[in-house]
C-alpha cells in the first residue's frame, strides 16, 4: 500500500515562492506516475503537474507552465512541487497522488492535502 504525505504548504505573498514536498513510503514501482493536484473551495479538484517516477517526464498544466516546476528524488523517495511567482488564484489545497499504471488516466492513492494561500 502507498503512502503519501505532503508538507510545505503555508502562506504567502503574492510574487512569493514555496516549494511543497510528498514523500513516497510503501512499494514504488517505475511505472508510477506522480502527479500533484489542487482544489480551491467550491471548484473541482484539478491536476496541476505530474513527473514520471522512471525518465522524469513532466506534464504541466497550462496556467502554471513557467512557474512551477515538479522534480523527484529517487533516493528520498519524494516528490517535489516548486512554485514560483505565485498568484492568488494558486490559494488551494494542494494533493500529491500516484497513478501506478503511468498512464494519468487513474491516480488510485492519495495525500491529505496541504494548504497553499497566496495574499494580494
Known amino acids: 500500500q502507498v503512502q503519501l504525505e505532503e508538507s510545505g504548504g503555508g502562506l504567502v505573498q503574492a510574487g512569493g515562492s514555496l516549494r511543497l514536498s510528498c514523500l513516497v513510503s510503501?512499494?514504488?514501482?517505475?511505472?508510477?506516475?506522480m502527479g500533484w493536484f489542487r482544489q480551491s473551495p467550491g471548484k473541482e479538484r484539478a491536476f496541476v503537474a505530474a513527473?514520471?517516477?522512471?525518465?522524469?517526464?513532466?506534464f504541466y498544466k497550462d496556467p502554471v507552465k513557467g512557474r512551477f516546476t515538479v522534480s523527484r528524488d529517487n533516493a528520498k523517495n519524494t516528490v517535489s512541487l516548486q512554485m514560483n511567482n505565485l498568484k492568488p488564484e494558486d490559494t488551494a489545497v494542494y494533493y500529491c497522488?500516484?497513478?501506478?499504471?503511468?498512464?494519468?488516466?487513474?491516480?488510485?492513492?492519495w495525500g491529505q492535502g496541504t494548504q497553499v494561500t497566496v495574499s494580494s
Open positions: 510503501g512499494p514504488i514501482f517505475n511505472t508510477y506516475l
Open positions: 497522488a500516484v497513478d501506478p499504471s503511468g498512464d494519468g488516466l487513474e491516480y488510485n492513492f
Open positions: 513527473i514520471s517516477w522512471s525518465g522524469g517526464h513532466t
